[in-house]
């Protein structure tokens, strides 16, 4: 007996119901999207830090600090980017910081206004030799921290992946 053209017609019918959604699923699907994927978060922005330090109690390059302190947060702002710096100060440097012997106290606190994200710090080494070499207390300007040793915090911020710049 051999079917007829209804039935063949019936049975086409019924398997295309079925086999065309399939297909078309299977082609509008990536490979492998029924396999649940970990959602990619997106990146953090990146954090830039500087340090910059300062040894000689030469204007010029306390100067040249201070424009480096200046345009780099610019930079970075324009490119939505965290940016922070520390400015360490050693030896001779310390006079930038010092609230009777800096040449560019001005110039530090307009730096300041502008660039929240910077701090400044002082050897305690140095400052204590200053003082006997003096036989006075020295005053600093306001707002600086004094670390243990000025060169041991500069290799602390690089080995913590500070970015360092020389004046």
Known sequence: MRPSFRQIAKWVGLALTFIVPLVVTLLLTEPGSAVSKPVAKPAPPPVH??????????????????????????YYQERNEAFTIEVVAYNAGVH??????????????????????????????????????????????????IVPSGPGRIIELQEAGWSYIRS
């Open 96 to 145: 930038m910081l010092r609230a009777d012997t800096s040449p560019v106290k001005d110039m530090l606190r307009v730096l300041r206004t502008v660039n929240a994200n910077i701090r400044f710090v002082v050897c305690e080494a140095t400052k204590l030799g200053m003082e006997r070499q003096e036989g006075r207390p020295i005053t600093l300007i306001d707002n600086v921290d």
């Open 49 to 74: 830090r500087l340090v910059l330090p300062i040894n000689t109690d030469d204007p010029t390059t306390m100067r040249a600090l201070i424009s480096t302190s200046l345009n780099l947060p610019k």
